[in-house]
């Protein structure tokens, strides 16, 4: 079946601090790859997406991601966090004409 | 420019009554996508309508939930009968078209009494 993990429900990082969030899928085929982020009372907004050639992509608000094929992954990054990272985190997938699937969602809280 | 607009923002009802949820998508985007966020079954898609092909509703969780589209723009999501569980937030999102990005509206958060 078509799933996405997201293996972490919660973390917390120091502000400052390098940021990795995982994303494990199962799929058929390489899908569309995307990470969206929400944050408190807000719609999802796409930080980055991954559809064919470079496996790392450059998104939005200084974040990266790495599509890994060999372990069905798309690890979100940033070298650097702060305080206004804080939010919910969504990995989905899909492919050409379909709905997206999400994982369940990973929050980031942030320390000073 | 406008991203996806969405209407009421939220919606308190009583169990029983029928409720209608709408959205803007943005111009010119042929793909809208109707999904449902709860807390115990995160993001959900609902009902997909691409330009003028029949919608694709094999998300919908029951025959009290159903979605228009007119116009191939403004979308109406009507859930008949409301129960408690149907208490979520709805989030429509809009796209150039099939397996591109969608873009997501600020979702109406439902609260069923």
């Known amino acids: 079946a078509q799933s996405v993990t997201q293996p972490d429900i919660h973390i917390t990082v120091s502000e400052g601090a390098s940021l990795e969030l995982r994303c494990n899928y199962s799929y058929g085929a390489t899908p569309y790859l995307f990470w969206y982020v929400q944050s408190p009372g807000q719609g999802l907004q796409l930080l980055l997406k991954y559809f064919s050639g470079d496996t790392l992509v450059q998104g939005i608000k200084g974040f990266e991601a790495e599509f890994k094929r060999s372990q069905s992954s798309f690890n979100l990054r940033k070298p650097s966090v702060h305080w206004s990272d804080a939010a919910e985190y969504f990995c989905?997938?899909?492919?050409?004409?379909?709905?997206?699937?999400f994982g369940k969602g990973t929050t980031l809280s942030v320390s000073s | 420019g406008a991203g996806v607009s969405q209407s009421p923002s939220n919606k308190v009802t009583e169990k029983g009554k029928d409720v209608e949820l709408r959205c803007d998508p943005i111009?010119?985007?042929?793909?809208l996508y109707w999904y449902r966020q709860s807390l115990g079954q995160g993001l959900e898609f609902l009902i997909y309508?691409?330009?003028?092909?029949?919608?694709?509703k094999s998300g919908l969780p029951s025959d009290r939930f159903s979605a228009e589209r007119t116009g191939g723009s403004v979308s109406t999501l009507t859930i008949q009968r409301t129960q408690q569980e149907d208490s979520a937030v709805y989030l429509c999102?809009?796209?150039?078209?099939?397996?591109?990005?969608?873009?997501f509206g600020p979702g109406t958060r439902l609260l069923v009494l």
């Open positions: 989905a997938i899909n492919q050409a004409g379909t709905a997206l699937i």
């Open positions: 999102a809009s796209g150039l078209g099939s397996g591109e990005t969608q873009y």
């Open positions: 111009s010119g985007h042929t793909a």
């Open positions: 309508f691409q330009g003028n092909s029949a919608p694709d």
